[in-house]
């Protein structure tokens, strides 16, 4: 009888580390097994940690570099020049001799007559001079799509090899900045300034008007305010084209049937101009 005692009670006691499974419906609250190795705190590692110093000197470097970076002026004159059309490109004294941007303008099928590079004194400033003809008829370059071929391709490679200028222009990824408006908030009339100026004056021999557009630069923005003027029969004979950072601040020399623009014909123009390209800017900010 013994024996058999001490058998049974062997087999009732568990091994140690098992779990036994529950007999009934209704059990007590399992203790969890026992882990062999208990598990180590991971050591953490004495002195200073030089990344993250590294990466705040890294990004102050960036910060000051953008802060320090100057306002890229592209300027595109077809008035003083009465052979070629020049283009000025300015961005402090960080341009050197723009070889790849030479290379881009004679990949449009231009022809560069000259060049010129003008420093100020203190060597802060450097300008650098393109004229330019059209390779197949040795002539300016008039056509408003060719003068924005040109502006597209000198601002690209500005932001190829200059990055830290997209700050200060309308080009680059700021150009295609999503929309943060809410487009879940009431519509009606909103208050916005206006940003587009306009001014129309007479020349004065009297063959021609003045147009004088102020507005917020863009890409394609010469091709609109040459698309709509043209839809009001206007012609223009030719264009200052002078981009000041994220700014354009043009010129046209235009007519209305050969004569200068009329006084009907000025506020027509100057509305249809503040009314299309503000649009613009509309639509550039919002979506619906």
Not at 157 to 164: A, S, T
């Amino acid at each position: 009888m013994e024996s058999m005692i001490l058998r049974s009670s062997a087999v009732a006691v568990p091994s140690r580390g098992i779990v036994p499974a529950p007999t009934g419906k209704a059990h007590a609250r399992q203790r969890p097994a026992r882990c062999s190795k208990p598990l180590q705190q991971p050591r953490l590692a004495k002195g200073p940690i030089v990344r993250a110093a590294l990466s705040t000197e890294v990004d102050r470097d960036d910060a000051q570099k953008v802060e320090d970076a100057p306002k890229p002026v592209v300027k595109i004159d077809n008035q003083h020049d009465p052979f070629a059309t020049v283009v000025s490109i300015q961005y402090g004294n960080r341009l050197g001799e723009l070889q790849d941007t030479t290379a881009a303008l004679k990949n449009l099928g231009l022809n560069i007559r000259r060049a010129k590079i003008k420093k100020t004194q203190d060597d802060k400033l450097v300008t650098n001079k393109f004229y330019i003809t059209d390779a197949v008829t040795s002539e300016k370059v008039l056509r408003s799509s060719r003068l924005e071929e040109i502006r597209a391709t000198i601002f690209s490679n500005l932001l190829y090899y200059h990055p830290e200028a997209q700050d200060g222009m309308a080009w680059g990824q700021k150009a295609h900045k999503p929309s943060t408006a809410d487009p879940l908030r009431p519509l009606g009339p909103r208050k916005r300034g206006v940003s587009t100026t306009v001014r129309v004056m007479e020349d004065a021999e009297g063959s021609h008007s003045e147009l004088f557009v102020d507005t917020p630069d863009r890409p394609g923005l010469l091709t609109a305010i040459v698309s709509t003027l043209k839809d009001l029969n206007v012609n223009v004979i030719s264009a200052e084209v002078d981009t000041e950072g994220d700014q354009a601040k043009d010129m046209f020399y235009v007519t209305y049937h050969g004569d200068p623009l009329p006084p009907p014909m000025v506020q027509l123009v100057t509305n249809a101009l503040q009314y299309y390209l503000s649009l613009s800017e509309v639509e550039k900010e919002e979506s619906y």
